[in-house]
C-alpha cells in the first residue's frame, strides 16, 4: 500500500510468517499508526473511531515501534538520534528515552513474547 509521498505500509495481509501475523495481530488488531521519519510525527488511530487520531511530534526520526502488550508500552526507535523511546499506549506523553551507541542507526524493533526483552 502506498500513502503520499510514498510512504510504505505494510498490512496484516502482507505478513508471511505465521508467527509474524499472531504478533501483528495481537498487537494491532484494532488500531493503525504510521511513523513519518520527514516530519518526525507517529499518527495512531482506533479502526473503530478513524476521527480520532492521537499524534505524538517527536524531535527525531521516528521509523519503527513495538508494543508490550502486557504493560501497554509503544517503544519507538528514532533513527537519527540513536535513541528508543516509550510511550503509553495511545497516549503523548514520553515516559523514557535509552540512548544506544553512536551511529546505531535502529531501523526495526521488535519485543520478546513475554515483552521483557
Known amino acids: 500500500i502506498q500513502i503520499k509521498g510514498d510512504l510504505p505500509i505494510e498490512t496484516y495481509a502482507e ?3 505465521r508467527k509474524e501475523k499472531a504478533s501483528f495481530f495481537k498487537a494491532f488488531h484494532e488500531v493503525l499508526y ?6 518526525g510525527k507517529i499518527l495512531f488511530f482506533k479502526l473503530k473511531e ?4 492521537t499524534e505524538i511530534q517527536t524531535t527525531g526520526t521516528p521509523f519503527d515501534l513495538s508494543i508490550n502488550n502486557k504493560e501497554k508500552i509503544i517503544y519507538i526507535t528514532d533513527v537519527a538520534k540513536d535513541k528508543i523511546y516509550e510511550y503509553p499506549f495511545l497516549k503523548k506523553e514520553l515516559i523514557k528515552e ?6 546505531s542507526n535502529p531501523i526495526a524493533i521488535s519485543l520478546s ?3 521483557d526483552k
Open 98 to 103: 535509552r540512548k544506544l551507541p553512536p551511529k
Open 34 to 39: 504510521l511513523t513519518s521519519p520527514d516530519t
Open 113 to 115: 513474547e513475554d515483552g
Open 15 to 17: 505478513l508471511k510468517d
Open 50 to 53: 478513524p476521527n480520532k487520531v
